[in-house]
């Protein structure tokens, strides 16, 4: 390597250090020395003189520094900064012309015309007959897409790249075509093959999404079936919450029935607290009639426990509450329950009617819930009045 060459080679360095940046995850100082050293072996193994192989050489190392101002276009940048640093360093204006000529003719869409443009051209895009071609494309269109070029989904970049391959590119010297195609083809054949794994796994994921959209349109049971079961759910919970009111009511004038007659009836003996036995038994009397009701929205009914084959037959039991069947033999139910799931209509009858009767338990217990909180009130309100009554007259 000449004294100018090694200079190209630290310009090149500190230039992209200094003003490159780092979204060039492609098009950087590592892609310019594979360039480089693609040149170095076509060179060596082409018939081609001295001062062409100092101008490829000098080209290779200077064909991408146009990135520092422009993506689009930076060959034109790339050969004025080459004219510049070649002039400071007193290369001959016939040594420029080739180096910008070369430059030149990495321009994709230009075709090479003399060995040494084909070169170049074959050094630039030698990445497609390697074995690190996957990871270098991969890095091209993550840079596309930090600078906002192109962003490719990864089925789209697959089919550009066989673009580039089947019809964009070509090698030009006899030693890429010898020595990189062959691999060239390896890394095509694998592009085709991701492509068609890509096109199964599509085909399956959009068979898959049209059966399930077929499967909903003609099995509407399913949506039927999940309002079933959201709204038994509910009635469950509104069943569960009026339990828990009543247990709480029912302890609550337990206390109070415990306080009372523990700790105020005792004292009701004395004369100077006989004023005090109104108000208290109005308060107990309350608290009890509480209980009464807490207990009775709570208290479950007691059914017969069976059924016959005839009200089977007829639809007018229900199957799914254990009330109607906790006295029949397995046998007897299992017949039941088989004459039921034979009828999709009779299954859907049956929760309909479990719902029915789910909706009248609860409204017994709302019904029975909203007098025992009523009373519960007006048995406190009544109290404190009295007492404070008794304490006035006293």
């Known amino acids: 390597m000449n004294n100018l060459i090694e200079k190209a080679d630290k310009f090149v360095e500190e230039l992209f250090k200094e003003k490159l940046p780092n979204t060039f995850i492609y098009h950087n100082y590592q892609h310019t020395q594979r360039v480089v050293k693609s040149t170095k072996e076509l060179i060596d193994n082409s018939e081609i003189n001295v001062k062409e192989e100092e101008a490829l050489m000098l080209a290779a190392w200077l064909h991408d520094t146009g990135y520092i101002h422009t993506y689009k276009g930076h060959e034109k940048k790339s050969a004025e900064i080459a004219e510049a640093f070649l002039k400071d360093n007193n290369a001959t204006q016939e040594l420029i012309d080739k180096v910008k000529k070369y430059i030149l003719a990495t321009n994709f869409s230009n075709i090479p015309e003399c060995l040494g443009e084909k070169i170049i051209r074959d050094a630039d895009s030698s990445h497609f007959g390697k074995e690190y071609f996957e990871e270098t494309s991969e890095f091209l269109r993550q840079e596309l897409e930090l600078h906002n070029i192109k ?26 075509i010898e020595k ?12 085709i093959e991701s492509k068609n794994k890509q096109q199964k796994k599509l085909k399956k994921e959009e068979h898959k ?32 919450i009026a339990d828990t009111k009543a247990n709480i009511l029912l302890s609550v004038n337990a206390i109070i029935i415990s306080l009372a007659i523990a700790d105020m009836i005792p004292k009701l003996e004395a004369a100077s607290n006989k004023h005090l036995l109104v108000p208290t038994l109005i308060l107990i009397l309350f608290s009890v009639a509480s209980i ?14 069976e059924f016959t084959r005839e009200q089977v037959k007829k639809r007018e039991v229900n199957l799914l509450f254990f009330g109607n069947y906790h006295k ?18 009779y299954v859907y009858e049956m929760l309909t009617l479990d719902l029915h009767l789910l909706g009248k338990v609860l ?16 048995g406190i309100i009544i109290s404190v009045l009295a007492y404070i009554l008794s304490f006035y007259l006293m």
């Open 151 to 176: 962003h490719f989904t990864n089925a789209e970049w697959l089919e550009e790249n066989i673009l580039v391959f089947t019809e964009k590119h070509q090698y030009y010297t006899d030693y890429a």
């Open 180 to 191: 990189w195609k062959p691999k060239k083809d390896e890394n095509l054949l694998e592009l």
């Open 209 to 240: 999404a049209r059966m399930k959209a077929k499967y909903k349109n003609e099995n509407p049971e399913r949506s039927i079936q999940t309002l079933y079961r959201t709204t038994l759910r509910n009635h469950i919970k509104l069943s569960d």
């Open 292 to 305: 009464i009701l807490s207990i009775m929205s709570t208290r479950p009914n007691v059914t017969s426990g």
């Open 328 to 345: 029949m033999p397995f046998d007897q139910f299992k017949w039941a329950m088989g004459e039921l799931i034979k009828d999709k209509d």
């Open 363 to 378: 409204h017994r217990k709302y019904l029975l819930l909203r007098l025992t909180y009523t009373v519960f009130m007006s």
